[in-house]
């Protein structure tokens, strides 16, 4: 077992320096220092959250919560920062589910 925690510590330490990796981190770091967009971040967050437990309840959306979320997910799609980090993310979501395609395709290899 160590034999196999040792390739996948490397294997970390490669994802750690790719460049889907390093710009996640950029991003984030970014948003993170840029208090007004991680502000608008938690707020939509937190509505979106709201919101989702108020439909699985099964009680109705009343208007003004759907103009007030309407209006957060405009605002949150004009801000650039946030904007980059859901990018780096979707980019580096890509990446791992392609090298958990490529670890599932050696498993299932048949010896």
């Not at 957060?72 to 958990?100: C, K, M």
Request: aromatic share 2%; with cysteine; glycine share 2%.
């Amino acid at each position: 077992m160590e034999d196999l925690l040792a390739l996948a510590r490397k294997l970390g330490a490669a994802l750690r320096t790719h460049e889907r990796c390093t710009a996640l981190r950029v991003a984030t770091h970014a948003l993170k220092d840029d208090k007004p967009a991680k502000a608008l971040e938690e707020r939509y967050a937190q509505a979106a959250l709201a919101l989702q437990e108020k439909i699985a309840a099964g009680r109705p959306l009343e208007p003004d919560e759907k103009r007030d979320e309407a209006a957060l997910r405009r605002q949150v799609a004009s801000q650039p920062r946030i904007q980059a980090v859901l990018r780096a993310q979707a980019d580096f979501q890509q990446l791992l589910t392609a090298v958990n395609d490529a670890i599932s395709a050696e498993v299932d290899r048949e010896a």
